[in-house]
């Protein structure tokens, strides 16, 4: 009997990472897959990205709609306990024989609690990691103690996991998932990409993404302000922003960018979503990423494209030496651009060096999902002295 995995997504950005895991399990002889879709998938204002899901040919097996129209702390808290609940219906409905869930949001919380509570073995993928400016560290090393089985997209971030008190035989570097998904991605033809985006985008450009720092005192309306500024000093360049994820202070974000994009259509493309296959396609011709987006920091480094990372919130993770660190200020922000466009740092750039991996993890996950015993209960591991 095949074993019945659940993969769980609740935004754009994670789904864009699990894609080449699903199709993977889909394509086992041992494995079955279940989709649970959730929270920004279901919101239009955030593009109702289920409806990539569905287009890829996944069909969605159970869909919890949590957000709250909220742009505020409790607002995300009540979402939590929305999709506490839609995810117990959820899972005692479809009976996984394992749960994954990647990462670090507040929606992948909810998953993970309820998968615990079900008795229901946590696969969790990207464990370990550090970003100090957003709540979300905390949520990460809460689901990694909820898991039972680990895949880290370093070998420090496994000695962090374990470190946490998970047994090394459960724990497994692999690489970052999204660089398998970059390297079996065909790009889209650039007449098809423009006609789809109703743009015509045309190099040199940027690619930009902020997100709230949600622990950290950094007014995000005030930052990306700051980052506007800082890219009026770039006139030649053109920007294509997508949204923010649906954390609190998120919306505000959105409206300060809709009306000085609105001034500017020419210049400003301003989207909820560019699907993975689109933001790929634009990252890979990108002059720049800048924001501080996780993508920015994994996933750009092995096209070798600059990063400009801007202020605190991926404090804390490793990161290639194409990523550079601004502070949140138009003219930290503006000098950082700048190099990032130098001589100088586009040959450190073409190396492409990065410390996430060549891109095979999806092989190692699958075959821990066909051949382990995933119902064997975890103990907590003390590490000896020295280890």
Known sequence: ??????????????????????????????????VIAAAMHFAPEFGATWSEIKNDGFAIDARIEMLVASDSAVGVLKSIGLGVIGMADALDRLRPDALVVLGDRFETLAAAQSALVLGIPLVHLHGGEITEGAYDD???????????????????YRRRVIQL??????????????????????????????????????????????????????????????????LEQF?????VWTYPNADNGGRAIIAALRDYAAG???????????GSRRYLTIL?????????????????PSLGVPTVDIGSRQRGRIAARSVLHASADEASIQETIRFALSATHRAITALR?????????VDTIIRVLETADLSQRKRFHDLECGE
């Open 1 to 34: 009997m095949k074993r019945r995995i659940a993969v769980f997504t609740g935004s754009r950005a994670e789904y864009g990472l699990l894609y080449r895991l699903m199709r993977s399990i889909v394509q086992s002889f041992r494995l079955d897959l279940q």
């Open 138 to 156: 905390a949520f990460r090393h809460a689901i990694t103690k909820f898991a039972t089985w680990h895949f880290t997209a370093t070998e420090d």
């Open 165 to 230: 008190g998970e047994s090394p035989d459960r724990v497994f570097n692999c690489g970052a998932l999204g660089l398998d998904h970059l390297l079996l991605t065909t790009p889209v033809p650039w007449a098809e990409l423009c006609t789809s985006l109703q743009f015509e985008l045309r190099e040199p450009y940027f690619l930009a993404t902020y997100h709230p720092a949600t622990n950290a005192d950094e007014d995000p309306v005030v930052t990306v302000r700051a980052m506007l500024a800082a």
């Open 235 to 239: 006139p030649d360049h053109q920007v």
């Open 264 to 274: 500017a259509p020419s210049r400003y493309l301003l989207l909820p979503s560019l």
């Open 284 to 300: 890979m011709h990108a002059a720049a990423v800048i924001g501080n987006s996780s993508s920015a920091i994994i996933e750009a």
């Open 353 to 361: 060096e990065n410390p996430y991996g060549q891109g095979h993890a």
